[in-house]
């Protein structure tokens, strides 16, 4: 069992930069792959980026180029660095913990909104 907890959303203007911390209750990496989500309202839940136990990664085309997921494992944080935003990218964001290969995390945190206003 993981405890996860996300933070550093807020309101920002269009083109504007957040960057999201999702700090773990355990080690990072006794799981397979991080991962970063978000939800929009009346929307499935979208998987945006996985950081790999062996430090590779993978990017949705929605986000590629514009965000960067990174780690500390040491603190056992996975951060998501957001540039260039647009109003689409508002939404509610999770960071999941994945044991296996698969798109969906086994453990969830409680979310954080990120709103980006025109």
């Known amino acids: 069992q993981v405890q996860l907890a996300e933070s550093g959303g807020g309101l920002v203007q269009t083109g504007g930069s957040l960057r999201l911390s999702c700090a773990a209750s355990?080690?990072?990496?006794?799981?397979?792959?991080m991962g970063w989500y978000r939800q929009a309202p009346g929307k499935e839940r979208e998987l945006l980026a996985r950081?790999?136990?062996?430090?590779?990664?993978l990017y949705s085309d929605s986000v590629k180029g514009r965000f960067t997921i990174s780690r500390d494992s040491a603190r056992s944080t996975v951060y998501l660095q957001m540039n260039s935003l647009k109003p689409e990218d508002t939404a509610v964001y999770y960071c999941?913990?994945?044991?296996?290969?698969?798109?969906?995390?086994?453990?969830w945190g409680q979310g954080t909104q990120v709103t980006v206003s025109s």
């Open positions: 355990g080690s990072i990496l006794s799981f397979t792959a």
């Open positions: 950081l790999f136990r062996d430090g590779s990664t």
């Open positions: 999941g913990a994945l044991r296996g290969w698969g798109t969906r995390a086994d453990y």
